[in-house]
């Protein structure tokens, strides 16, 4: 089994900063890629950012030099640095690792729990 586990979630002030990690435990042989969705009340779950295992990095356009992704292979752990928080960033926060348990297994998404994520003044 592969599990990821959020941390960091909480209720903030807008302008205000926090900072989500999301880390592996279980088999895992390799992991690529790794990201982090939202969803906020009401909407589909988007993407907010992902990073490659070569350490490129893709954002949503609406947290593009706000946030910022990164990760650490040793730990198995991804960051999202989140910065200039505004209530629109409300919801909740998923980690996402794309992982191999074994070498001869095929690759496959596994999903983090959620984090709460509450921008409010």
């Known amino acids: 089994q592969v599990q990821l586990v959020e941390s960091g979630g909480g209720l903030v002030q807008p302008g205000g900063s926090l900072r989500l990690s999301c880390a592996a435990s279980?088999?895992?042989?390799?992991?690529?890629?790794m990201g982090w969705y939202r969803q906020a009340p009401g909407k589909q779950r988007e993407l907010v950012a992902g990073i490659t295992s070569g350490g490129s990095t893709n954002y949503a356009d609406a947290v593009k030099g706000r946030f910022t992704i990164s990760r650490d292979n040793a730990k198995k752990t991804v960051y999202l640095q989140m910065g200039s928080l505004k209530p629109e960033d409300t919801g909740v926060y998923y980690c996402t690792m794309r992982c191999r348990r074994h070498g001869w297994d095929p690759a496959s998404d596994y999903w983090g729990q959620g984090t709460q994520v509450t921008v409010s003044s």
């Open positions: 279980g088999s895992i042989f390799s992991i690529y890629a």
